[in-house]
């Protein structure tokens, strides 16, 4: 078994399918550092200019607007330099998921019920223990700050938006009604436990597990409609690795150029080179925009700050709103992204309004003159009339919250910015038709034997909160349908 990516899916992947002593697992990584790192500060995002664990790529948001995409490399991947939210797809996300790739419900079912085992089962939840919805013996522990120790930002955000008439949410893994409440976090003791350091650390040293990092898989290799080796670069010589099986985990950016290289993909952009058809790979992708509205702190007024808010994550809460004309988040930023990303230069504080459900979709193809250069990338974020009419909605609220907060003055002259949360999903989606779809509903590439996809590039949608807690359930569950498929 080749696992291709030792980031928050992969990581997950090569831990639970190592578990059966009779599973040959290697796992690939590009980034350097064969051991495990083991848990970071928090209330740092390891993702700055130079940061030897992050690789970059441009993309465009919309026409005219540059963007930046970051995305973690090494072992727990993207998982261990992001910003620690661990919040689970809601109710609705999984059941139109279940829905739209059309699988058996309980089988090979995505619907909410299908999925809570493996949420459940991923999970050590310290401040809800084991219950129908929460676990507590799985490898991530999730906590939320509590009010006594939220920082001032937090605090004030959260009155706000209670007096304001926004509902409580004191769980955000629960599945209710969506509100204003803490944020769950893959922290322990304001350390940021990624899936590397919290699945791969106690599997490291199973003897069928091997680990090659700084070894970049560069194409898969197959013959009569099945993937039987991939070609890799480790040391500067290039090997074929045998496989009786590959899984592809290297992410929403790295997966589908991948298979590009390999002349899987829409014929009429490979021409000559291609080798399987599925023309999904690329089509459609989805992100949460974001728009940040800069602001002068106002000077605190004597509130009480515990010493555990001397260094927060950088979202202890936030508002999550899912009715009307889509879903909307308010990020209260604890910090500057100045301040919490080494190497970038002074920032102002900014508060966040995302959109969680929005109705664009982007688009990545190969780059046009290079297979080995970084694909082609736009989001059209804004594109949709109704994602317009929902971010000036949001823009509007969140400015009502930061007054009504005091948090402090809006920066005159410097307008609300348009980015991206760093939650791009979808580039192989799920689905049961081959001619949309690039994964079935076992995450089975369509007509080819032997390889899988389990990262969130085969989500059908972006969820409507973050996605990493349900890239995680995703790698759980997919390790059983690879599991199973070997007996
Ligand atoms: C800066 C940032 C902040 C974020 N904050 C949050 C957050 O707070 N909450 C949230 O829910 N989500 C957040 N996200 C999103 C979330 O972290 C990702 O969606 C998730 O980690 C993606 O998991 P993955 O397994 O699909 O990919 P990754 O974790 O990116 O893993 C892919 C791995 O594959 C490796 N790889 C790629 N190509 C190859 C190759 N050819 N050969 C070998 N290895 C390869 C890469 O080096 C990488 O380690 C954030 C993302 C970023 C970048």
């Known amino acids: 078994m080749v696992i291709v990516g030792g980031g928050s899916c992969g990581s997950v992947l090569a831990a639970r399918l190592s578990e059966d002593p009779a599973c040959s697992v290697l796992l690939i990584e590009a ?41 973690g490399c090494g072992l727990g991947g993207s998982g261990a330099v992001n910003g620690a939210y661990f919040v689970r797809a809601t109710p609705a996300d999984l059941d139109a998921w279940g829905s739209a790739v059309g699988g058996r419900s309980g089988r090979t079912g995505w619907s909410y019920g299908d999925t809570l085992p493996y949420f459940r089962r991923s999970e050590d939840d ?3 223990g084991s ?30 938006a209670g007096a304001m008439g926004f509902h409580a949410e004191p769980d955000k893994n629960a599945g209710g009604p969506a509100g204003v409440g803490p944020v769950p976090c893959n922290i322990d003791r304001g350390m940021r436990v990624d899936p590397g350091s919290a699945y ?31 070609e890799v670069v480790r040391d500067g010589a290039l090997l074929e690795v045998q496989a009786h099986n590959v899984v592809l985990a290297a992410g929403a950016i790295e997966t589908p150029a ?19 058809a599925l023309p999904g790979v690329g089509r459609e992708f989805s992100d949460h925009p974001e728009i940040t509205i800069p602001y002068n702190p106002a000077p605190p007024a ?37 301040d919490a990303v080494p190497g970038n230069p002074p920032m102002p ?113 972006v969820p409507s909160r973050g996605p990493h807690a349900t890239a995680v359930m995703l790698a759980e569950r997919a390790a059983e349908f690879v599991a199973s498929g070997l007996r």
Not at 141 to 151: C, D, G, K, N
């Open 31 to 71: 980034g350097a550092g064969g051991a495990v790192r083991g848990p970071s500060p928090a209330h740092i995002l390891p993702i700055g200019p130079g940061s030897p664990r992050t690789r970059h790529y441009a993309t465009t948001l919309r026409r005219g607007v540059a963007g930046a995409l970051v995305r």
């Open 302 to 338: 004597g509130e009480q700050v515990s010493e555990e808010c001397a260094a927060p994550p950088i979202l202890e809460a936030c508002l999550n709103l899912d009715s009307g004309d889509g879903a909307v988040e308010i990020r209260p930023y604890t910090a500057s992204f100045g």
């Open 131 to 160: 219950s129908a919805l929460h676990g507590d013996a799985g490898p991530v522990p999730v906590s939320r700050r509590t009010a006594e120790s939220w920082s001032t930002v937090t605090a004030r955000f959260v009155a706000a």
């Open 258 to 276: 991948l298979l590009w290289r390999s002349g899987i993909g829409d014929p009429r952009m490979l021409g000559a080179a291609a080798v399987h």
């Open 349 to 461: 504080s900014v508060l966040g309004a995302a959109l969680m459900s929005p109705w664009g979709r982007g688009r990545m193809v190969p780059h046009p003159a290079d297979p080995w250069g970084a694909p082609r990338i736009e989001h059209h974020y804004l594109s949709d009339p109704r994602d317009k009419a929902a971010a000036a909605a949001a823009v509007d609220l969140a400015r009502g919250l930061l007054d009504a907060a005091g948090l402090g003055a809006v920066i005159d002259g410097v307008p609300p910015r348009l980015g991206t949360s760093q939650h791009l999903s979808g580039t192989c989606p799920m689905g049961a038709d081959p001619g949309t779809a690039v994964v079935d509903p076992r995450c089975r590439v369509h007509g080819l034997g032997g390889l899988y996809i389990a990262d969130t590039s085969v989500f059908p949608r």
């Open 200 to 230: 791969l650390g106690a599997a490291a040293r199973r003897p069928n597990l091997t680990v090659w990092a700084g070894t970049t898989v560069r194409a898969l290799r197959t013959a009569a409609g099945t993937v039987h080796a991939v």
């Open 126 to 128: 310290y401040d809800f």
